[in-house]
């Protein structure tokens, strides 16, 4: 409970109460409407369900990421690998050594090794890899065939690489390494928890 309690703090220090509580919507309706569909045993109805749910979050992904991006000037690709990374978070053990503690001593002991070098640069990370947890999940719900990790996840990488072309093509952003690495993130994550719960429920 604890650790659960820290991560929550240092999530309100990153973000908002109104971004908090727009994240706490989205991931209700992404996580909980296929769920609640099979609970009432409605499971012929949760591709339909989940498609509208995945419709949604692509217009949405389009809108934030795409559509509503103005014109810069100075678009450019920053291809500087875990540049932001370095930039958001101080690791005292580095990447290696915190992916292992937190398997070895658990999330409670490996935060107080995590320290954020910048609060923006944190933000940025954390909502990248925000942004394709829904695809990640949805897609075993959506289309039986996607219920295979690594083919859902090498299309979230493919479809943030389309992203970061159509923001570099379009001058309406950078195309950025991080960003796509953060994107496969989610989505990896997204996938995890989307083919277990497939699997768990025994969706056709």
């Not at 920053?78 to 001593?105: C, H, K």
């Not at 493919?158 to 690495?181: K, M, N, P, W």
């Not at 953060?182 to 969706?203: F, H, K």
Request: with cysteine; proline share 2%; glycine share 6%.
């Amino acid at each position: 409970m604890e650790s659960g309690k820290e991560l929550i703090n240092r999530m309100q220090n990153l973000f908002s109460a109104e971004e908090m509580m727009i994240f706490a919507v989205v991931l209700a309706c992404v996580t909980l409407l296929p769920v609640v569909v099979c609970v009432f045993h409605r499971r012929s109805s949760v591709r339909m369900v989940s498609m509208v749910v995945f419709a949604v979050y692509i217009a949405g992904n389009l809108s934030f990421t795409i559509l509503n991006r103005e014109v810069i000037s100075d678009s450019a690709v920053v291809l500087n690998p875990m540049r932001d990374f370095e930039s958001a978070f101080y690791l005292d053990l580095g990447v290696i050594g915190t992916i292992r503690s937190i398997f070895q001593n658990g999330l409670q002991p490996t935060l107080s090794t995590i320290h954020i070098e910048s609060r923006r640069m944190a933000k940025e990370v954390l909502l990248n890899v925000l942004l394709y947890i829904p695809m990640g999940y949805l897609l075993p719900f959506v289309w039986k065939k996607m219920r295979h990790i690594w083919i859902i996840t090498v299309i979230g990488f493919l479809c943030s690489c389309a992203t970061e072309f159509a923001q570099l093509y379009f001058r309406i952003g950078y195309f950025q390494v991080d960003d796509i690495v953060c994107n496969t993130i989610g989505t990896m994550i997204g996938a995890l928890i989307g083919v277990t719960m497939t699997t768990l429920w025994r969706i056709r």
